[in-house]
């Protein structure tokens, strides 16, 4: 009693209830009328707060699915600790720990998951009824002048990576935020024309994108750095984590394009690669690269443009 059943579609990155029914005595369920499609099939409490107690994918293929099982797994609570190395410049004042937001999202499209918590003074948090389910760790609020240098997860490096409470929630969570945030700012130019002039190459853009790549995208996407040319043809992108980086000045970006291996690949030759330490106050020209050149990529790869 008190608990129900509700499909949505994992597609569409919200978690969007198509259909809900309540549970039979015997814990059996029956949703009708269910499109075509990949589906999170999630199992929940009704009363009080509500709590994901299971969840299971579903694929629906033009017939009926038959004997689905959703496996019952309680919700739990994640215990963590936020640590900073280092120390803010001009200060020696602990920093101030409570503004930070921790949140964890849920990684898998169409399934319920949320959960969030701002520290206490020493940097202690717990997050309680977490659901179980697939987690990416973000950080709101964070201490001006710092980056997240590791999420650890008992003794395994987790930054960029999902946590997996799937089965349950387990093990403590170790976040620790590093000073030493870089300036990368530079200037952007018009590519070289086949014209035998050099003045169409030396002029400044000023409506281009610039993008940073870490050399190692991490699986969640997190890393990426951006910033956009002023009226002049210059950047500056601020808070950037030390690290090596491809950057990039496009005519026309889409974001949700830049974690994509295959497209950087060929995006790779066109990349000025930069080198960012700590405290740095870096660099660089970028030559301009045309949106008919990012088409043709995309074209090749048969992404979708728009």
Same mark, same amino acid.
């Given at each position: 009693?008190?608990?129900?059943?509700?499909?949505?579609?994992?597609?569409?990155?919200?978690?969007?209830?198509?259909?809900?029914?309540?549970?039979?005595?015997?814990?059996?369920?029956?949703?009708?009328?269910?499109?075509?499609?990949?589906?999170?099939?999630?199992?929940?409490?009704?009363?009080?707060?509500?709590?994901?107690?299971?969840?299971?994918?579903?694929?629906?293929?033009?017939?009926?699915?038959?004997?689905?099982?959703?496996?019952?797994?309680?919700?739990?609570?994640?215990?963590?600790?936020?640590?900073?190395?280092?120390?803010?410049?001009?200060?020696?004042?602990?920093?101030?720990?409570?503004?930070?937001?921790?949140?964890?999202?849920?990684?898998?499209?169409?399934?319920? +998951?949320?959960?969030?918590?701002?520290?206490?003074?020493? @940097?202690? =948090?717990? %997050?309680? $009824?977490?659901? /179980? !389910?697939? &987690?990416?760790?973000?950080?709101?609020?964070?201490?001006?002048?710092?980056?997240?240098?590791?999420?650890?997860?008992?003794?395994?490096?987790?930054?960029?990576?999902?946590?997996?409470?799937?089965?349950?929630?387990?093990?403590?969570?170790?976040?620790?935020?590093?000073?030493?945030?870089?300036?990368?700012?530079?200037?952007?130019?018009?590519?070289?024309?086949?014209?035998?002039?050099?003045?169409?190459?030396?002029?400044?853009?000023?409506?281009?994108?610039?993008?940073?790549?870490?050399?190692?995208?991490?699986?969640?996407?997190? +890393?990426?750095?951006?910033?956009?040319?002023?009226?002049? @043809?210059? =950047?500056? %992108?601020? $808070?950037?984590? /030390? !690290?090596? &980086?491809?950057?990039?000045?496009?005519?026309?970006?889409?974001?949700?394009?830049?974690?994509?291996?295959?497209?950087?690949?060929?995006?790779?030759?066109?990349?000025?690669?930069?080198?960012?330490?700590?405290?740095?106050?870096?660099?660089?020209?970028?030559?301009?690269?045309?949106?008919?050149?990012?088409?043709?990529?995309?074209?090749?790869?048969?992404?979708?443009?728009?």
């Amino acid at each position: 009693q008190g608990l129900g059943v509700s499909i949505s579609p994992r597609e569409s990155g919200i978690t969007v209830f198509l259909e809900g029914g309540n549970l039979s005595k015997k814990g059996t369920f029956d949703l009708g009328g269910v499109p075509t499609g990949s589906y999170a099939l999630n199992l929940y409490e009704e009363s009080g707060d509500f709590h994901m107690l299971g969840t299971t994918p579903v694929e629906v293929s033009g017939s009926d699915v038959n004997d689905v099982v959703i496996n019952v797994v309680p919700t739990g609570k994640l215990r963590g600790r936020i640590q900073v190395e280092g120390a803010a410049p001009g200060t020696s004042e602990a920093p101030n720990l409570t503004s930070v937001r921790v949140a964890l999202q849920g990684a898998d499209e169409g399934a319920y +998951g949320w959960g969030e918590v701002y520290p206490k003074s020493d @940097g202690s =948090f717990a %997050i309680e $009824n977490l659901n /179980p !389910g697939k &987690y990416n760790v973000n950080l709101f609020q964070t201490l001006d002048g710092t980056y997240i240098k590791s999420v650890q997860l008992g003794q395994q490096e987790m930054l960029g990576k999902e946590l997996d409470f799937s089965q349950g929630v387990s093990g403590e969570l170790l976040v620790t935020l590093s000073y030493g945030v870089a300036d990368v700012s530079g200037t952007v130019q018009m590519p070289q024309q086949d014209t035998g002039s050099e003045a169409s190459s030396n002029k400044p853009v000023s409506a281009a994108s610039i993008a940073l790549v870490p050399e190692e995208l991490r699986p969640d996407g997190s +890393g990426l750095q951006y910033g956009n040319t002023t009226q002049t @043809g210059t =950047f500056s %992108i601020k $808070n950037v984590p /030390p !690290g090596r &980086y491809r950057a990039y000045a496009l005519e026309e970006l889409k974001r949700d394009q830049m974690d994509n291996p295959d497209f950087l690949k060929q995006l790779e030759s066109n990349a000025v690669e930069i080198e960012v330490k700590e405290n740095d106050k870096k660099t660089t020209q970028l030559t301009l690269i045309p949106a008919t050149e990012t088409q043709r990529i995309l074209a090749q790869l048969g992404i979708d443009a728009q």
